[in-house]
């Protein structure tokens, strides 16, 4: 009578082969391997590794072949950990696209989004702008867009203040249309409540030389102002400034990791467009600028903190009438208008606004050029448009009205269009008009 034959299986990775172990040999253990891995198995025995352990060896994820020996050996050099999924040679390519594990981690990054600290959501100081377009998010790209002398640089200085001095946030700051000095001017011009263009153009000093007794005491408290911030840990503390005069790609990547080092709620670039290549780097600005447009959001998302970004908006594009540009401004008057539309949550422009009640007769003289544009403009006010808002209502036609009063910006207390109009008044037409609802919290 035939003895049955006693097949093992070759337990190598990725082999599972059954064979037929020599009879005088049958319980050596360097059998447990087929012919073509004896010698290997055996020396991997030796490694100390026993068959519990590869029972446990892991297997792709993809396909459900055991690992081959290099392949294991790849993923323990990096750490791997028990439950790691790990893919073979063959499918290592879909390591990072699993389709099943990519949509298993939106969804839990969504709900870690959804439940994000209320600390860390970087709301404006203005309660009107904040209802325009919502806080702004850690990891997204906000730009603020304006005309050249638009004020950018204004609108930002007071956010800056009052995020550091009212919403205590660490402010990473690179100016590169100010100097510090001028940065730091202004900040103690709002510490004294003197308006920062009186100062940083003289006339302020001028007019305290003329014998001007309001301009001498402004000028004596804007010395204090000095003193006390020079003082005050809690604002030097919080405001992260770095002067550069151009941005490059090596820069921003450079401000970026410092970033990280010393920490920040938010970071600032005014403005985005002083851009130019790295030494050697002869690409075009388009490509420079497109690059950086990048950074910032990869920044964003590796900082965890939002990125604020003015831009320069082309005048040309809203063409020749000096009251196109009083108006909101389009979309495609941004510089680089497809990386920053493809980039920003969120987009908003800064215009002067169009007094309703502005003689007719005035506004003709001012569209050909024969009067100042301000002389039909809204007294004391910047207005703030939607251009774009990934998450709101897809269209730009939403605009706030804010106070600019000695260089303050604040929210307005009531409609600037809910007043008597004079005898004289131009009446604009229903299209014209901005609505009250736009830009008050009802």
Same mark, same amino acid.
């Given at each position: ?148 002398? $638009? ?10 203040? /009052?995020?550091?001095? =009212?919403?205590? *946030? %660490?402010?990473? &700051? ?36 003329? $014998? ?10 804007? /010395?204090?102002?000095? =003193?006390?911030? *020079? %003082?005050?840990? &809690? ?208």
């Amino acid at each position: 009578m035939n003895t049955p034959v006693q097949h093992r299986r070759c337990v190598f990775p990725g082999c599972g082969l059954a064979f037929e172990p020599p009879k005088q040999e049958l319980a050596h253990e360097g059998h447990l391997f087929c012919g073509q891995h004896r010698i290997g198995g055996q020396a991997f025995m030796q490694r100390g590794w026993s068959l519990a352990f590869l029972v446990h060896w892991p297997s792709c994820r993809w396909c459900g072949v055991l690992l081959p020996q290099k392949r294991y050996e790849h993923y323990i050099e990096q750490g791997f950990e028990p439950g790691q999924y790990v893919y073979c040679d063959a499918h290592q390519i879909i390591e990072g696209r699993d389709p099943e594990l990519v949509a298993m981690r939106g969804l839990e990054e969504a709900r870690e989004l959804s439940e994000i600290p209320d600390e860390r959501l970087v709301r404006w100081p203005l309660k009107h702008l904040n209802n325009l377009t919502g806080p702004l998010v850690p990891g997204r790209v906000a730009y603020v867009g304006g005309y050249s002398g $638009g004020g950018k640089t204004t609108f930002m200085r007071n956010i800056i203040w /009052r995020w550091i001095m =009212e919403h205590g *946030l %660490r402010v990473r &700051y690179l100016p590169l249309e100010s100097s510090v000095k001028e940065v730091m001017t202004g900040f103690a011009c709002f510490k004294a409540g003197v308006d920062p263009d009186e100062a940083l153009s003289y006339r302020l000093r001028d007019r305290a030389d003329a $014998g001007d007794t309001r301009a001498q005491v402004q000028r004596d408290e804007l /010395r204090c102002a000095y =003193e006390l911030l *020079l %003082r005050d840990k &809690y604002f030097l503390e919080r405001l992260r400034i770095e002067p550069m005069d151009t941005l490059s790609p090596k820069r921003f990547a450079d401000a970026i990791q410092s970033t990280k080092a010393m920490g920040a709620d938010v970071v600032v670039v005014d403005h985005v467009d002083h851009s130019e290549g790295d030494a050697g780097d002869y690409s075009p600005q388009i490509q420079v600028s497109n690059r950086i447009q990048m950074m910032a959001l990869s920044g964003a998302k590796e900082t965890g903190i939002p990125f604020v970004l003015t831009s320069q908006l082309n005048s040309k594009l809203a063409g020749p009438d000096p009251l196109a540009r009083m108006r909101p401004p389009r979309p495609e008057y941004l510089w680089n208008r497809g990386s920053k539309e493809m980039i920003g949550a969120i987009i908003i422009g800064l215009h002067r606004a169009i007094d309703p009640y502005a003689d007719f007769s005035l506004m003709k003289k001012v569209s050909k050029g024969e009067a100042e544009p301000w002389k039909v403009a809204l007294q004391n006010t910047m207005a703030v448009s939607e251009m774009k808002l990934r998450f709101g209502r897809g269209t730009p036609t939403s605009t706030i009205y804010l106070d600019l009063t000695h260089g303050v910006l604040t929210d307005r207390s009531r409609d600037v269009f809910d007043r008597p109009a004079p005898p004289s008044a131009y009446e604009t037409r229903p299209a014209e008009r901005p609505s009250s609802t736009d830009w008050m919290d009802t």
